[in-house]
């Protein structure tokens, strides 16, 4: 008895119609992710009065709330935040911005935290070792820490905690530059 010779052209045409079919699937899956990722940006400017800067010691400084509502960014973005499936540090920078003159030279190290009112602190970034001539911009390194227990939180609040290294003539004014990466899932 012979058995049916598969016809080649059909299977290879089939194959061929699998695949790029598999291709199309994964790459919406990515491109999709692509339209649901946004960044949550956050500014604020405060002042560090110069009796404060003393070298050998700790700079505690105090919870600054967020301006930002979670809840009204994740609606801009048309999604809700048990729709999040995952959200970063993107970048954290310092910036001095008066006296024009001063810069970061008088820090040693700095760790930034974020918390709630329901939740823990977190270390959210840092920089150890701070040269004497870095400048007047610091970008820090993230500590990764697990952002998702904040983003239920109708806002945040960011604390840094600093060890000096110099004191400066003139109370300092920085702004603290905050970037959130969120991926989540459209409505």
């Known amino acids: 008895m012979l058995l049916p010779v598969p016809n080649v052209k059909i299977m290879k045409s089939t194959l061929s119609f699998l695949l790029l079919a598999l291709l199309f699937v994964f790459n919406s899956c990515k491109e999709i992710d692509k339209l649901l990722t946004f960044t949550i940006k956050e500014s604020q400017t405060f002042t560090v009065p110069k009796q404060f800067i003393i070298p050998g010691r700790q700079l505690p400084g105090m919870p600054v709330p967020s301006a930002v509502s979670m809840e009204q960014e994740f609606k801009n973005h048309n999604t809700r935040a048990n729709l999040v499936k995952n959200i970063t ?45 870095v400048g007047n911009t610091l970008k820090l390194n993230s500590a990764n820490p697990d952002l998702m227990k904040y983003i239920n939180a109708e806002n945040f609040k960011i604390r ?19 970037i959130f990466k969120v991926v989540a899932k459209s409505l």
Do not use: C, Q, R, W
């Open 89 to 133: 540090l993107d970048d954290l920078t310092l910036t001095i911005e008066n006296p024009a003159t001063e810069d970061f030279g008088f820090l040693k190290d700095i760790d930034v935290f974020i918390s709630t009112d329901n939740t823990n602190e977190a270390k959210l970034a840092y920089l150890h070792d701070i040269p004497a001539n």
């Open 160 to 178: 840094a905690n600093a060890t000096i290294d110099e004191s400066v003539p003139d109370d300092v004014t920085m702004k603290i530059d905050v």
